[in-house]
């Protein structure tokens, strides 16, 4: 099952991370993005990646890029008064969702 991954870095270290990412063999389309209460400018980074791929490109993000991004698993088991959504970093963040269908044109 391939897994799409979403990542959330500020603007300034954008381009390391990019880098980490070519480097290590993935291709990833990126966006301009704005948010957060300031609205200041972020890249937003997507790449699918087959879900055997998923932990080594999750270790460049923790590792190789100085752990700009972090990661948390939210389960379905999370109820309404605990914390559920993406923990706030100063880095960045990182999404995952598996991805049923893939079409190419």
Do not use: N
Request: glycine fraction near 10%; hydrophobic fraction near 40%; aromatic fraction near 6%.
């Amino acid at each position: 099952m391939k897994k799409m991954v979403m990542a959330v870095v500020p603007r300034d270290q954008a381009s390391r991370v990019l880098e980490c990412l070519v480097d290590a063999g993935y291709s990833t389309t990126y966006m301009e993005s704005r948010g957060g209460m300031l609205r200041q400018s972020q890249q937003s980074l997507f790449i699918v990646v087959e879900e055997e791929q998923l932990e080594h490109l999750l270790g460049i993000f923790r590792g190789d890029c100085g752990g700009l991004v972090r990661t948390r698993t939210i389960g379905a088991e999370v109820d309404a008064a605990s914390e559920a959504g993406p923990e706030e970093l100063t880095g960045g963040v990182v999404f995952v969702w598996s991805i049923d269908h893939v079409e190419t044109y």
